[in-house]
């Protein structure tokens, strides 16, 4: 099982290393990813709907092509 963190306790890095894809909106996307590492999930939605949205219209650019 993992460590339960103290309540109130600092959020830490979870570590987890992302790979470049080579196509620059994707890449992008998850950079902002990274960037919540160590940050309170409270602050986590507003990023991951951003990144979201960033995928979507990477793939919608796709069905353009």
Do not use: I, K
């Not at 979870?14 to 950079?31: I, K, N, Q, S, W």
């Amino acid at each position: 099982m993992p460590d339960v963190p103290a309540p109130g306790a600092a959020p830490e890095p979870l570590g987890v290393d992302l790979t470049p894809t080579g196509h620059p909106a994707v890449d992008a996307g998850l950079a902002r990813l990274e960037a919540l590492d160590g940050v309170p999930a409270e602050a986590h939605v507003a990023v991951y709907e951003d990144v979201h949205r960033r995928f979507a219209d990477a793939l919608a650019a796709l069905d353009g092509d």
